[in-house]
């Protein structure tokens, strides 16, 4: 059986280990991340070329089964990997962690987009810490504000005018992200629904802090794709396929 796995989230590199040894896997990450935390078993680089080139990589390979283990804002690719395994009639599951919950204390702002994001921010301050990562900083360019902007790698232009970068990877401690709020007086907190433990101590220091959060809603999963929450249940839909 050979199982493809999309995405280099931390979850599609759980399930790789799980599914390593116990059948084919192999894992395909974008390539956006310089040095990318391998998973276990094969690994490939970059794009298909769009639906039809995964349709034919899907056929020429043998995959048996699909898990769809990008980030939850990988919108594009989810989609296309829908069509092209309806296409090939190969079975597709979505790995998606958990959203986050506001809890008693939290002040979040909920919005569609990045766009929307941008625009939110006027009111709240003149010093905002950027956690959505390096692609779509665009939506912000114009923005006035001075953005501390937080990346794995360094962003490509356009982005705001007055930007101090912050190259670092998580998982993130709650002492550190208490330690940043303080340190750049940050106003406004701005990330999207990513869900999962690594980045989330930022929202408790945010909350501790009394900060507001402008929190960028998940894009759906395509329409008829069943959803597992952890490595395990994906696990488990593989070896039923």
């Given at each position: ?63 048996d ?94 982005v705001?005018?007055r ?52 929190v960028?809603?998940?894009p ?22």
């Open positions: 059986m050979h199982v493809l796995i999309l995405g280099g989230t931390t979850e599609a590199r759980a399930l790789a280990g799980l599914l390593h040894g116990e059948v084919r896997v192999t894992s395909s990450l974008a390539g956006r991340v310089a040095s990318p935390r391998l998973p276990a078993g094969e690994v490939r680089i970059g794009g298909f070329g769009g639906v039809d080139g995964l349709v034919e990589w899907l056929a020429g390979h043998a995959v089964a699909v898990i769809d283990a990008t980030h939850p804002f990988a919108e594009r690719i989810s989609f296309n990997a829908a069509r092209a395994a309806a296409t090939a009639h190969v079975p597709l599951l979505a790995l998606r962690r958990p959203g986050w919950v506001p809890g008693e204390g939290d002040d979040w702002r909920s919005v569609a987009s990045l766009e929307e994001a941008a625009r939110a921010l006027d009111g709240f301050g003149d010093r905002v810490f950027l956690t959505t990562g390096r692609m779509g900083l665009a939506a912000f360019a114009a923005c006035p504000q001075w953005f501390l902007v937080r990346s794995v790698d360094a962003p490509d232009a356009p705001p005018a930007t101090e970068v912050l190259l670092d990877r998580g998982p993130f401690t709650l002492d550190g992200e208490r330690e940043i709020l303080a340190r750049h007086r940050i106003d406004v907190v701005v990330t999207k629904d990513s869900g999962g433990e690594a980045t989330a101590p930022k929202l408790t220091a945010a909350r501790e802090a009394g900060l507001p959060v402008v960028v809603r998940r759906p999963v395509p329409s008829g794709v069943p959803v597992a929450a952890t490595p395990e249940e994906a696990a488990a839909w593989a070896a039923s396929c």
